[in-house]
């Protein structure tokens, strides 16, 4: 089983409304990721929220996280079609480490938003 | 410009054959990363790298050798080929040292999609 993952498959929207995908995960954390891939191209990171935060926000975008349940949310609002795209949930321990950057990444969660 | 390039793009292998897939980062990361994403599993992390000279094995390394010759260049080889290793490829760099307010970004290639036959 992964040590991460999103709660959905897929997910489909109007273009303007809002989405949230959430994620889990079963490992202790000092911070974790979000992704975005895009058809075609290699994932780019959106947002990082760290253990010691519950909330983190980047233009339309807001992650949340629970480290008492061990998940994760990342609502995206007034969304447009540019948006469709792969979303992964990546667990970080390099703050942990102090020396090593290994991300654990979900199987992610294919969102569509277009007429 | 892509700091992150991998070459090739795409390949047709025979099984059995010898695959080298080659990543340049211009990043100037000491970290490099092979990925690779297959349906239902997303990105699974094959060989890492934290600097010239070093590889590590990670979560899926069977069938796999890695190879870190510079700083900015880490390869994958695949000794003898199998269709099972029919995916796509992502290279990544990154450094927490870096930047430890950025936490451990990644920094992705474009992929290489590998099919074996």
């Known amino acids: 089983s992964q040590l991460a993952e999103e709660n959905s498959w897929a997910l489909s929207v109007h273009e303007g409304e809002s989405v949230t995908v959430n994620c889990s995960y079963k490992?202790?954390?000092?911070?974790l990721q979000w992704y975005r891939q895009k058809s075609g191209k290699g994932p780019a990171q959106l947002i990082l929220?760290?253990?010691?935060?519950r909330e983190n926000r980047n233009g339309r975008l807001r992650a949340t996280l629970d480290t008492s349940s061990q998940s994760s949310s990342l609502s995206i609002t007034a969304t447009r079609c540019e948006d469709t795209a792969v979303y992964f949930c990546?667990?970080?321990?390099?703050?942990?480490?102090?020396?090593?950057?290994?991300?654990?990444f979900g199987a992610g969660t294919r969102l569509a938003v277009c007429p | 410009e892509a700091a992150v390039t991998q070459s090739p793009r795409n390949k047709v292998a025979v099984t059995g054959g010898k695959v080298t897939l080659s990543c340049n980062q211009t990043?100037?990361?000491?970290?490099m990363y092979w990925y690779r994403q297959d349906t239902g599993h997303g990105l699974r992390l094959i060989h890492y790298s934290y600097g010239a000279g070093s590889t590590e094995k990670g979560d899926i390394p069977d069938g796999y050798k890695a190879s870190r010759p510079s700083q900015e260049n880490f390869s994958l080889i695949l000794e003898l080929a199998t269709p099972s290793q029919t995916s796509v490829y992502f290279c990544?760099?990154?450094?927490?040292?870096?930047?430890?307010?950025?936490?451990?970004?990644?920094?992705f290639g474009e992929g290489s999609r590998l099919i074996v036959v």
């Open positions: 990546a667990t970080d321990g390099s703050l942990l480490s102090g020396s090593f950057n290994k991300l654990t």
């Open positions: 990544a760099s990154g450094d927490y040292r870096a930047s430890p307010n950025s936490g451990n970004t990644l920094y």
């Open positions: 929220i760290r253990s010691n935060e």
């Open positions: 990043n100037n990361h000491n970290n």
């Open positions: 490992t202790s954390i000092t911070a």
